[in-house]
């Protein structure tokens, strides 16, 4: 699927797909590779203390900023 066909969609539509696709990737964690970076951050902000957001947060907080739920 091209961008030029996600645009034609609505935005419902275009978050529905992105919910749809995490919950397929969230199925099969084990597939997805962490590169090290990635792991370096995490543990650097766990060091800190800084807060870290689980992915129904982070859902939550897209859609009050789109719909102001």
């Known amino acids: 699927m091209s961008v030029e066909e996600l645009e034609k969609l609505s935005v419902d539509e275009r978050l ?4 749809v696709l995490w919950e397929s990737l ?5 597939i997805l590779e962490v590169p090290d970076w990635h792991r370096e ?14 992915l129904d947060e982070v859902k939550e907080h897209l859609r009050s900023e789109f719909y102001g739920d």
């Open 16 to 19: 529905r797909m992105m919910e």
């Open 26 to 30: 969230e199925r099969t964690p084990e």
């Open 41 to 54: 951050i995490l543990e650097e902000r766990a060091s800190k203390n800084e807060k870290l957001y689980s």
